[in-house]
């Protein structure tokens, strides 16, 4: 029998859950990116 | 007695069933936590040269390894990983997610632990069990433990909610080359490369990052629908309302269609993402140099990540069935056509040509979860789903193996470097029309292969 945690989701814990993951992703994105302009110069 | 810890504890099923008022959009960041950090694997090639020269520091010394050498740390890894989600799915599936991301963080950040005393030790087998093993181990652990749980939040989007972990997977390398490049120059002196370190930083860093993600992780309670969402009365022919049991899946004629819907697709991907800086330069001799060369393959790994999340997205509309054909039909197309785009000197095209290629390649990773699903329901979609993985393990050997040896064969019988590759083209485009008509034959599983209502009921007493 399973037991509910009792926590909800506020919008705090929703951009802190994908800032966590979103700017390091976006980080690195951006480095590609940037890199990758190389083939059009 | 659930919650307690002969039942599992903290990482029991019973212990992460989400309550009223939780959010389902947190399910995929705790899914990215996993993803992002596996996904390394794709980066691993940065660390071969240095590796080559540990002893040698500005050029490789006699006794240091050989890239050929380092090649199999890798190649080890993405075999155990097709290995360890075939063994393991079912365990994965029934312990839940928590214990499974768990378990990966451990493997993948000791991987990298144990890699790092081997190069400590300058002992090659101890990389090999270090990363290839043990790492690999937590590669295809931490690769398939998110998949079921994303679909059961997610029932009116499947596609899409795999997609984005899948496309985690893909991205990850963003993160971790310039990463480890960054950390190896900060520990790096004139008479030391700085690659033990490194790894354990990211060793340390990764585990971190996966027990956020098996922190924040929840399943649905039973019968948990979307609000809004009401799933369709009238049954669709190609998704299933039935549970087809793990190892029943693997005598289903569709099981293996889509083993090698998969394996012909990735290994048409595969083969030219391997080559495609080299390809660039001689199909375009003196127009694409080595700097735009990379700029091209930055690219292609953009489009591999972000096909992963468009076409999952898409197969939500379309059906997953339609988006293999699409892959197949617009594949072959345009395979076909990456010879004439040398022959007219069309830069502009060979590279769009590619890039669609490999958002394919990744849209095929990330739709197929789905598409076991729709054919198998979801019960066990995260224990077939590993099995399933054993096509990308088969997929990385043919892939690099029939580019290569088709190149070097035209080479070697005095075919132009410029033109070697048009062969190969030709035979992939080949291999997605067996791909093509593998998934045409795919269709709904025999009700004999579902199983009964008492057998889903008790195993879904274990949620």
Known sequence: MATQTATGTTPLHLILAWGFVGIPLAWGVIETVLNSLKLFQ | ?463
């Open chain 2, 1 to 463: 007695m659930s919650g307690s810890l002969a039942s599992g504890g903290v990482f029991s099923p019973g212990r992460i069933v989400a309550g009223p008022g939780f959010n389902r959009w947190m399910v995929p960041p705790a899914a990215l936590c996993v993803h992002l950090c596996i996904g390394q694997a794709y980066a691993f090639s940065v660390f071969n040269l240095p590796m080559s020269k540990l002893l040698g520091i500005s050029q490789s010394a006699p006794d240091d390894w050989k890239l050929t050498d380092l090649g199999w740390i890798f190649s080890i890894a993405i075999v155990v990983l097709g290995l360890s989600a075939a063994i393991g799915g079912r365990w994965v599936e029934e312990g839940g997610p928590r214990k499974a991301m768990f378990t990966a963080g451990l493997c993948w950040g000791g991987g990298f632990l144990v890699a790092a005393l081997g190069v400590y030790m300058h002992n090659l087998w101890v990389i090999y069990l270090g990363y290839g093993v043990i790492g690999g181990i937590g590669l295809g652990l931490g690769y398939i433990s998110p998949v079921s749980t994303l679909i059961k939040w997610f029932p009116d989007r499947p596609g899409m909610a795999t997609g984005m972990a899948i496309m985690g997977f893909g991205g990850a390398a963003f993160i971790a080359s310039p990463l480890s490049v960054w950390l190896m120059r900060q520990f790096s002196t004139p008479t030391h490369v700085g690659v033990a370190e490194t790894f354990i930083v990211l060793g340390v860093v990764y585990f971190c990052f996966m027990m956020v993600g098996a922190a924040i992780v929840r399943l649905p309670a039973p019968g948990w629908l979307p609000a809004g969402y009401v799933p369709p009365t009238q049954s669709k022919k190609m998704i299933t309302k039935n549970h087809v049991f793990v190892y029943d899946a693997l005598k289903t004629p569709q099981f293996w269609l889509i083993w090698w819907v998969l394996c012909l697709n990735v290994t048409a991907g595969i083969g030219v993402l391997g080559q495609a800086s080299a390809m660039s330069q001689e199909m375009f001799p003196g127009r694409v140099t080595a700097s735009a060369a990379a700029g091209f393959v930055g690219l292609m790994s953009l489009f591999n990540m972000g096909g992963r999340f468009f076409w999952a997205s898409v197969s939500d509309y379309i059906g997953r069935k339609n988006t293999y054909f699409v892959f197949f039909a617009l594949g072959f197309l345009l395979y076909a056509t990456v010879p004439h785009s040398g022959a007219a000197g069309s830069i502009a095209l060979f590279v769009l040509c590619f890039c669609i290629i490999i958002s394919m390649y990744g849209g095929g990773f990330a739709t197929v979860p789905a598409y076991l699903r729709d054919m198998f329901g979801t019960r066990y979609v995260g224990a077939i789903h590993g099995m399933l993985l054993t096509a990308w393990s088969a997929a990385g050997v043919f892939g690099p193996v029939l580019v290569n040896y088709i190149r070097q064969y035209n080479v070697d019988h005095g075919v132009a470097k410029a033109d070697a590759y048009n062969i190969t083209m030709y035979v992939m485009a080949a291999l997605l029309v067996v791909g093509f008509l593998c998934n045409l034959f795919i269709t709904a599983v025999n009700e004999r292969h579902h199983m009964v209502a008492d057998e889903s009921d008790a195993v879904g007493m274990a949620d």
